[in-house]
Protein backbone atom coordinates (compact mmCIF):
# COMPACT_ATOMS: atom_id res chain seq x y z
CA UNK A 1 0.00 0.00 0.00
CA UNK A 2 1.35 3.26 -1.63
CA UNK A 3 0.78 6.07 0.58
CA UNK A 4 1.68 10.06 -0.86
CA UNK A 5 5.07 11.16 -0.63
CA UNK A 6 5.06 14.12 1.48
CA UNK A 7 8.63 14.48 2.17
CA UNK A 8 11.33 16.69 1.95
CA UNK A 9 11.90 18.62 -1.05
CA UNK A 10 14.64 16.92 -2.68
CA UNK A 11 12.88 13.55 -2.08
CA UNK A 12 11.83 10.90 0.86
CA UNK A 13 14.68 8.32 1.51
CA UNK A 14 14.52 5.27 3.11
CA UNK A 15 17.42 4.03 4.97
CA UNK A 16 18.19 0.87 6.80
CA UNK A 17 21.42 0.92 9.12
CA UNK A 18 21.59 -1.07 12.09
CA UNK A 19 24.88 0.74 13.28
CA UNK A 20 23.13 3.62 14.97
CA UNK A 21 26.37 5.93 15.09
CA UNK A 22 26.25 5.79 11.52
CA UNK A 23 22.32 5.80 11.06
CA UNK A 24 22.33 9.38 12.97
CA UNK A 25 25.45 10.73 11.11
CA UNK A 26 24.27 9.85 7.54
CA UNK A 27 20.82 10.28 8.00
CA UNK A 28 21.93 14.39 9.70
CA UNK A 29 24.22 14.70 7.06
CA UNK A 30 21.47 13.62 4.19
CA UNK A 31 18.94 15.98 5.99
CA UNK A 32 20.79 19.25 5.62
CA UNK A 33 21.32 18.70 1.88
CA UNK A 34 17.10 18.56 1.82
CA UNK A 35 16.00 14.67 2.04
CA UNK A 36 13.75 13.33 4.60
CA UNK A 37 15.03 10.37 5.65
CA UNK A 38 13.20 7.58 7.43
CA UNK A 39 16.12 5.44 9.09
CA UNK A 40 15.54 1.88 10.48
CA UNK A 41 17.50 -0.45 12.10
CA UNK A 42 16.31 -3.95 10.39
CA UNK A 43 15.34 -5.62 7.61
CA UNK A 44 12.00 -6.33 8.14
CA UNK A 45 11.39 -3.32 9.89
CA UNK A 46 12.60 -1.32 6.63
CA UNK A 47 10.45 -3.95 4.49
CA UNK A 48 7.19 -3.11 6.69
CA UNK A 49 7.79 0.54 6.75
CA UNK A 50 8.72 0.40 2.53
CA UNK A 51 5.36 -1.36 1.57
CA UNK A 52 3.57 1.44 3.59
CA UNK A 53 5.44 4.58 1.81
CA UNK A 54 6.32 5.59 -1.42
CA UNK A 55 10.14 6.38 -0.99
CA UNK A 56 12.26 8.30 -4.25
CA UNK A 57 15.11 6.15 -3.45
CA UNK A 58 16.52 3.21 -1.00
CA UNK A 59 19.84 3.07 1.37
CA UNK A 60 20.58 -0.48 2.24
CA UNK A 61 23.22 -1.89 4.40
CA UNK A 62 23.97 -5.48 3.57
CA UNK A 63 24.55 -6.91 7.05
CA UNK A 64 21.08 -6.41 8.86
CA UNK A 65 19.69 -8.30 11.79
CA UNK A 66 16.04 -9.92 10.53
CA UNK A 67 16.44 -9.82 6.86
CA UNK A 68 20.27 -8.71 5.15
CA UNK A 69 19.89 -6.33 2.65
CA UNK A 70 19.90 -8.82 0.08
CA UNK A 71 17.19 -10.12 0.84
CA UNK A 72 15.27 -7.13 1.45
CA UNK A 73 15.99 -5.53 -2.20
CA UNK A 74 14.94 -8.94 -3.65
CA UNK A 75 11.55 -8.44 -1.60
CA UNK A 76 11.21 -5.16 -2.79
CA UNK A 77 11.89 -6.10 -6.63
CA UNK A 78 8.80 -7.84 -6.14
CA UNK A 79 6.46 -5.50 -5.73
CA UNK A 80 8.36 -2.26 -7.60
CA UNK A 81 11.11 -3.20 -10.40
CA UNK A 82 11.91 0.64 -10.35
CA UNK A 83 13.32 2.48 -7.10
CA UNK A 84 16.40 2.93 -7.37
CA UNK A 85 18.55 0.85 -4.89
CA UNK A 86 21.94 1.67 -3.33
CA UNK A 87 23.52 -0.79 -0.83
CA UNK A 88 26.04 0.67 1.65
CA UNK A 89 28.36 -1.63 2.92
CA UNK A 90 31.63 -2.73 4.28
CA UNK A 91 31.88 -5.62 2.16
CA UNK A 92 33.75 -4.61 -1.17
CA UNK A 93 34.77 -7.93 -2.79
CA UNK A 94 33.86 -8.27 -6.31
CA UNK A 95 31.57 -11.21 -5.73
CA UNK A 96 29.71 -8.60 -2.96
CA UNK A 97 29.06 -6.13 -5.46
CA UNK A 98 27.68 -8.30 -8.03
CA UNK A 99 25.37 -9.71 -5.36
CA UNK A 100 23.91 -6.09 -4.73
CA UNK A 101 23.31 -5.90 -8.94
CA UNK A 102 21.78 -9.12 -9.25
CA UNK A 103 19.93 -8.24 -6.19
CA UNK A 104 18.25 -5.19 -8.26
CA UNK A 105 20.99 -2.55 -7.07
CA UNK A 106 21.82 0.36 -8.42
CA UNK A 107 24.62 1.32 -7.28
CA UNK A 108 27.01 -0.06 -4.52
CA UNK A 109 29.26 1.96 -1.80
CA UNK A 110 31.82 0.70 0.09
CA UNK A 111 32.28 2.47 4.08
CA UNK A 112 33.41 4.80 4.92
CA UNK A 113 32.44 7.04 2.70
CA UNK A 114 31.98 11.03 2.63
CA UNK A 115 28.33 12.25 2.74
CA UNK A 116 28.81 14.67 -0.24
CA UNK A 117 30.20 11.51 -2.12
CA UNK A 118 26.87 9.54 -1.52
CA UNK A 119 24.82 13.34 -1.97
CA UNK A 120 26.12 13.26 -5.79
CA UNK A 121 25.44 9.14 -6.06
CA UNK A 122 21.90 10.13 -4.95
CA UNK A 123 22.02 13.13 -7.76
CA UNK A 124 22.61 10.89 -9.90
CA UNK A 125 20.55 7.99 -9.70
CA UNK A 126 17.77 10.30 -9.07
CA UNK A 127 17.91 12.69 -12.00
CA UNK A 128 17.95 9.36 -14.41
CA UNK A 129 15.26 8.03 -13.10
CA UNK A 130 12.65 10.67 -12.80
CA UNK A 131 13.65 11.85 -16.91
CA UNK A 132 12.14 8.41 -17.38
CA UNK A 133 8.82 8.90 -15.91
CA UNK A 134 6.67 6.76 -13.26
CA UNK A 135 4.94 3.64 -14.24
CA UNK A 136 2.66 0.70 -13.02
CA UNK A 137 4.31 0.66 -9.81
CA UNK A 138 2.91 3.67 -8.89
CA UNK A 139 -0.80 2.51 -9.39
CA UNK A 140 -3.35 3.11 -7.21
CA UNK A 141 -6.64 2.40 -9.27
CA UNK A 142 -6.75 -1.27 -10.15
CA UNK A 143 -9.46 -3.17 -11.70
CA UNK A 144 -10.16 -6.80 -10.85
CA UNK A 145 -13.05 -8.35 -12.80
CA UNK A 146 -16.35 -6.07 -11.94
CA UNK A 147 -14.54 -4.56 -9.08
CA UNK A 148 -12.31 -0.72 -9.23
CA UNK A 149 -9.96 -0.92 -6.07
CA UNK A 150 -9.13 2.24 -4.90
CA UNK A 151 -5.81 2.35 -3.16
CA UNK A 152 -5.52 5.94 -2.13
CA UNK A 153 -9.34 6.38 -1.13
CA UNK A 154 -9.52 2.55 0.41
CA UNK A 155 -12.10 1.83 -1.24
CA UNK A 156 -13.47 -1.41 -3.46
CA UNK A 157 -16.19 -0.53 -5.55
CA UNK A 158 -18.48 -3.06 -7.38
CA UNK A 159 -22.54 -1.73 -9.35
CA UNK A 160 -24.20 -3.88 -6.32
CA UNK A 161 -22.03 -2.38 -3.56
CA UNK A 162 -18.74 0.15 -2.54
CA UNK A 163 -16.81 -0.97 0.57
CA UNK A 164 -14.38 0.95 2.72
CA UNK A 165 -11.26 -1.01 3.36
CA UNK A 166 -9.15 -0.90 6.68
CA UNK A 167 -5.49 -0.26 6.29
CA UNK A 168 -4.30 -3.53 6.06
CA UNK A 169 -6.81 -4.92 3.87
CA UNK A 170 -6.18 -2.72 1.76
CA UNK A 171 -2.13 -3.55 1.50
CA UNK A 172 -2.90 -7.00 1.22
CA UNK A 173 -5.26 -6.29 -1.52
CA UNK A 174 -2.91 -4.02 -3.59
CA UNK A 175 0.05 -6.56 -3.14
CA UNK A 176 -2.29 -9.14 -4.63
CA UNK A 177 -3.56 -7.01 -7.23
CA UNK A 178 0.01 -6.01 -8.64
CA UNK A 179 1.16 -9.63 -8.76
CA UNK A 180 -1.95 -10.70 -10.74
CA UNK A 181 -1.97 -14.42 -11.34
CA UNK A 182 1.54 -15.37 -9.61
CA UNK A 183 1.57 -16.59 -5.93
CA UNK A 184 2.93 -14.21 -3.31
CA UNK A 185 4.46 -16.02 -0.89
CA UNK A 186 2.41 -16.46 3.22
CA UNK A 187 6.18 -14.75 4.24
CA UNK A 188 6.52 -11.78 2.23
CA UNK A 189 2.60 -11.34 2.54
CA UNK A 190 3.43 -11.41 6.14
CA UNK A 191 6.48 -9.27 6.45
CA UNK A 192 5.57 -6.67 3.63
CA UNK A 193 2.10 -5.62 5.47
CA UNK A 194 2.81 -6.98 9.31
CA UNK A 195 6.57 -6.73 9.67
CA UNK A 196 7.00 -10.32 10.44
CA UNK A 197 6.08 -13.64 9.57
CA UNK A 198 5.38 -15.31 13.16
CA UNK A 199 2.40 -18.17 13.39
CA UNK A 200 0.30 -15.84 15.34
CA UNK A 201 0.46 -13.40 12.51
CA UNK A 202 0.07 -15.69 10.05
CA UNK A 203 -3.29 -16.96 11.50
CA UNK A 204 -4.43 -13.08 11.20
CA UNK A 205 -3.44 -13.16 7.63
CA UNK A 206 -5.91 -15.93 7.06
CA UNK A 207 -8.38 -13.70 8.69
CA UNK A 208 -7.85 -10.93 6.29
CA UNK A 209 -7.73 -13.09 3.06
CA UNK A 210 -11.32 -14.53 4.14
CA UNK A 211 -12.68 -11.17 4.85
CA UNK A 212 -11.21 -10.24 0.83
CA UNK A 213 -12.58 -13.68 -0.38
CA UNK A 214 -16.02 -12.28 1.12
CA UNK A 215 -16.18 -8.98 -0.31
CA UNK A 216 -15.08 -10.15 -3.81
CA UNK A 217 -17.99 -12.10 -3.61
CA UNK A 218 -20.11 -10.39 -6.23
CA UNK A 219 -17.96 -11.53 -9.11
CA UNK A 220 -17.95 -15.78 -9.37
CA UNK A 221 -14.81 -14.78 -11.82
CA UNK A 222 -12.53 -13.33 -9.08
CA UNK A 223 -10.79 -15.67 -6.69
CA UNK A 224 -8.03 -15.59 -4.49
CA UNK A 225 -6.15 -19.01 -4.57
CA UNK A 226 -4.18 -20.56 -1.71
CA UNK A 227 -1.66 -22.70 -3.00
CA UNK A 228 -0.98 -25.00 -0.34
CA UNK A 229 2.02 -24.88 1.32
CA UNK A 230 3.51 -21.25 -0.78
CA UNK A 231 1.27 -18.84 -0.20
CA UNK A 232 -1.72 -16.72 -2.40
CA UNK A 233 -2.40 -15.76 -6.06
CA UNK A 234 -5.36 -13.31 -7.07
CA UNK A 235 -7.02 -14.67 -10.18
CA UNK A 236 -9.48 -13.57 -12.97
CA UNK A 237 -11.17 -16.29 -14.89
Known amino acids: MKKENTGGAKGTLLYVEDD ?9 GLTRHGYDVHLFR ?21 ML ?14 TDQKVPIIFLTAKGQPEDRIAGFKAGGDDYITKPFSIDELVLRIEAILRRTRNKGHDGQD ?11 DD ?18 AAVLR ?18 VWGDDSYFLGRSLDVFI ?18 HGIGFKLQVV
Open 20 to 28: ENLGFVVQD
Open 42 to 62: DGKEGLMHFNANRYDLCLLDV
Open 65 to 78: PQKDGISLAQDMRI
Open 139 to 149: REVFTIGEFTF
Open 152 to 169: RNKTLSHPAEERRLTKKE
Open 175 to 192: LLAMQPDQVLPRELLLNM
Open 210 to 227: SRLRKYLRHDDRVRIVNV
